[in-house]
Each structure stands twice: as structure tokens, then as C-alpha cells.
């Protein structure tokens, strides 16, 4: 029960709200006054659902581009930064708010002292290497928006419920956005001469577009559809409609790097980590293979289907203008970046002639924090990818193992992805993953009895000897 101060201070906060909207109103009129009152609603369903703000951010940005385009509007970095913000915001305020109460769930990991070392290298870096660099400004300006703050959001959802709460909501942003995006397909002019499909096009904006955004929001989609419904054993009928929606969605998008994360992640969750029947994994298989299949062979338009064939052809690794040849390129020059500079680096942002943006996280940090910072990096992949495992072999938590499957799944994509496109300081899907993870972990971790040298807890009638001493191994 709320104690009477509190109620006070909901009385005044809402008192104080009310007066501000009719003084907005006043002075700016209703339409803004409307638009005001929308976003202070918004606030409030987040403050009382976090995981709401983390899955939009998560999978639902998309929404935000959409609604700025229908309404005749251009992006910019302010209004996308201020989008951004007011999600983080929001959901780092009502977990703050959590923790608070839920502090008992909240213990801190090895992963977060990783995750901290690097960017704080990554700040540090800047401050060392500080040069008249509009990309190193841009990482340094991205980096507590899109990997600090999701990474942290992540880590204070604090229950299990909130995290599977979490998925629902990630998939039901992307599932919104499917009727739109068919209309836009079939219907807008502008977007039918595209050969690659996003939602929106802005044609007075440096970024016009977004297919690779488009093209992840569904494979993000398509995997937690379908490793919840092999795992769970729910096999509804609006589940294969979706993935097949998600599978057009996808090769719609043109996006080769998408195409090969979700191919990755799949070979991996079917071949290393799932425990469904080895029947059920051959339907799922050529179900997937078939729906893809079918849709490149027969309602592709033919102008995307010769993008694909060219993609794959000598042609597209020799041409100049191919982002195929453009990418290899660039993962040459930060490959020279970093045997020319291999302790240290040579600053955030200045990898690739100073564009800072090689499209592979790995030859990223190589390129500029060096040795030290690579070490750092795969030490974070090693740790998380070693929590996973070992709490998926700990039979006493498998009430959680389909979470810990999908999370690891998601991980794997996402970090598949990043060797194609993105920076590290906008890699926040990634972060998001990393943190969701070290969170269940965290979670269980607490509920288990301290077998540590100075423990007084001997015994536990719910775990073995060996499953509480690998656990209670806090780099396992």
C-alpha cells in the first residue's frame, strides 16, 4: 500500500501537471496543448511500465519514423535525439523508482564492470585522441542514449515477469506497424520505385531512408516468434502467418546483413542450445526454408530479386559502388588501423580515415582502443555467452530456460549484425540483449544459497553440490 506521503505527493505532482497544461493551453493553443497531454500520458503508462519504454526503443522505433513522415514532417537530430531521450528517460526513472523497493533483486555483475571498463574507454579515448571530428562527436553524443542507458535499463527490469512483459510488448510494436507497412508496400507511389522497402522516405533529410532498421525490426520479430513457440509448445495458427509476414517483411528490405544475423542465429539455436524433438526441428526448419524460399521465388519484385543475384555475383565484390566493395574496404582500413596503432588505437571516431564507422563492431574496438580494448570487448561476449550456457545446464532453472534461449539467440544476432553494419555507440539492441541477459542471471543468482568459502550454507534441497558451485562462480 502507498503510505499517505505518497499519495501527498501524486496529489501535487498531479495538481501541478493539471495547472501547466491549462497555462500551456492558454499560451500555445490546443492542438500543442493536446499533443502535450498525449506526451504526458505516454509518460505516465511508462513510469508505470518500463519495459514498455525498453521494448519500443528496443523494437518500435520504427514507429517513431513512421508517425514523422505521415505527418508530413522531417527528422533531424534534435527531434530524434529528443524521441530517444524521452525513452530512456522515462524507463531509467521508473526503474530508478524500482530499485528503490526492489533493491534485494539487484546485485552487481562482473558483466556490468566489463560493460563500464569499456565505455569508459571509450570516453577516455575521445578525451585522449581529441581531434575536430563531427564522427567522433556524434559516437561521444549517441553513447549514453543508445548503448549506456539501454544497457542499464535492461539490468534494472528486475523481474522475471517485466522481462517476459518485455517480449510481449516487442513483438506487439512490430506487429502494429504490419498494416501500415503492407499499405505502403501496395499504395504509396514513392516507395514502389525504391528497390529496397523501408516505411517512410524523407526527401530533405541526410538519412532518407531506413531498410536495414526495417529489415531487423521483423527478424527480431520472426526470432522471438519462433523460439517461443518451439519452446513453449503453443503452436497457434497466427503464429506461422506471422513469421511468414516477418520472412516478407525481411526480403523486402534488401538486407543482406539482416538475412545473414537471422540465418546465424537460427543454425545456432536449432544445432547448439535447443531441446525440442529433432522432428520438430526439421518441420520449423523447412517451413522457414520453403516460406523464404517462396517468397524470393514468386513475390519478390523482380528488381529485388536481380538486387540478390547481383549481391552474391564476383561483380558486386569488384565494383566501387557496390556497399558490398565498400565494406570491404572499410574493414581493410581498420584492419591498417589497428597494426599501425595495436596497444592503444587510435581514438574514438578516427578509425576509417575519421568516419568511424568500418560496419563491424569487432574491427571497431580493434581499430580504435587497441589490444586493450579488444580484450575488453571479448571478454564481455566470452562472459555473457558463459552465463547463458551455464545457467541453460542448471536443469533446477528450467522454468527460465526458454527466457535464457531467446535471449542468447538474440544475442547472437545482434552481434552477428554488428559485423555488418552499425557503431558501437548506436548498438543499443545489442546492449539491450547483453543486459537482459546478465539480469535473469542476476535474478536466479540471488534466489540460490551463498556456497562462497566464507558461507555458512552447507546444503540446499533444491540443488546439487556441483550445479551450486559452478553457479556461485561469478565468471562462469
Known amino acids: ?62 514507429i517513431y519514423f513512421y508517425a514523422v513522415y505521415k505527418l508530413g514532417f522531417q527528422t533531424n537530430r534534435i527531434s530524434t535525439g529528443a524521441f530517444y531521450g524521452f525513452l530512456a528517460f522515462s524507463f531509467l526513472l521508473a526503474e530508478a523508482l524500482l530499485l528503490s523497493k526492489e533493491h534485494a533483486n539487484f546485485r552487481l555483475s562482473f558483466v556490468d564492470i566489463l560493460f563500464s571498463i569499456f565505455f569508459l574507454l571509450f570516453f577516455l579515448s575521445y578525451l585522449a585522441f581529441s581531434t575536430d571530428n563531427d564522427m567522433a562527436y556524434k559516437k561521444i553524443a549517441y ?23 518485455f517480449f510481449k510488448y516487442s513483438v506487439f510494436v512490430a506487429i502494429i506497424l504490419m498494416p501500415p507497412a503492407f499499405y505502403e508496400h501496395f499504395f504509396n507511389p514513392v516507395l514502389a520505385q525504391k528497390t529496397r522497402f523501408s516505411m517512410y522516405f524523407f526527401e530533405n533529410t541526410n538519412v532518407k531512408d531506413n531498410p536495414i532498421l526495417f529489415g531487423s525490426t521483423y ?120 597494426v599501425e596503432n595495436p596497444i592503444i588505437g587510435i ?5 576509417n580515415n575519421r568516419s568511424g564507422f568500418p560496419h563491424n563492431i569487432v574491427l571497431e574496438v580493434a581499430a580504435e582502443f587497441g589490444v ?60 539491450i540483449s547483453v543486459g537482459l541477459i546478465a539480469c535473469l542471471d542476476n535474478l536466479w543468482r540471488l534466489r540460490l544459497p551463498d556456497r562462497s568459502v566464507n558461507s555458512s550454507v552447507k546444503n540446499s534441497d533444491n540443488f546439487t553440490k556441483e550445479e551450486l558451485d559452478v553457479y556461485n562462480c561469478e565468471f562462469c
Open 1 to 62: 500500500m502507498f503510505s499517505v506521503n505518497t499519495h501527498k505527493n501524486y496529489i501535487y505532482l498531479s495538481t501541478v501537471a493539471l495547472i501547466s497544461l491549462v497555462v500551456f493551453a492558454t499560451i500555445y493553443g490546443t492542438t500543442l496543448f493536446i499533443a502535450a497531454l498525449l506526451l504526458l500520458l505516454t509518460f505516465i503508462l511508462f513510469l508505470k511500465s518500463p519495459e514498455l519504454a525498453l521494448a519500443i526503443l528496443f523494437n518500435g522505433t520504427l
Open 143 to 165: 553513447a549514453p542514449l543508445l548503448a549506456v542507458m539501454p544497457y542499464f535499463g535492461s539490468r534494472f527490469l528486475l523481474s522475471e515477469k517485466r522481462i517476459k512483459n
Open 219 to 338: 527478424a527480431v520479430l520472426l526470432i522471438i516468434v519462433l523460439v517461443w513457440m518451439l519452446e513453449s509448445g503453443k503452436f497457434t495458427t497466427i503464429n506461422p502467418f506471422i513469421i511468414a509476414a516477418s520472412a516478407y517483411f525481411i526480403l523486402l528490405s534488401g538486407s543482406r546483413g539482416v538475412i545473414i544475423s537471422l540465418l546465424t542465429a537460427i543454425i545456432f539455436y536449432f544445432s547448439l542450445i535447443s531441446k525440442i524433438k529433432l522432428r520438430t526441428k526439421i518441420y520449423a526448419s523447412v517451413f522457414i526454408l520453403f516460406t523464404f524460399f517462396g517468397i524470393y521465388k514468386y513475390l519478390l519484385p523482380e528488381r529485388l530479386a536481380n538486387f540478390y543475384s547481383y549481391s552474391i555475383s564476383a561483380n558486386a565484390l569488384q565494383d566501387s559502388g557496390s556497399s558490398i566493395h565498400m565494406r570491404i574496404v572499410m574493414w581493410e582500413q581498420a584492419i591498417r588501423d589497428f
Open 347 to 351: 581514438g574514438t571516431g578516427n578509425s
Open 372 to 431: 586493450l580494448g579488444l580484450l575488453v570487448f571479448i571478454s564481455l561476449v566470452y562472459i555473457i555467452v558463459r552465463k547463458a550456457v551455464v545457467f541453460l545446464r542448471n536443469m533446477q532453472l528450467s522454468n527460465s530456460h526458454m527466457l535464457m534461449r531467446l535471449l542468447l539467440v538474440l544475442f547472437i544476432y545482434f552481434l552477428t549484425h554488428a559485423m555488418f553494419s552499425g557503431h558501437m555507440a548506436n548498438q543499443f539492441r545489442l546492449y
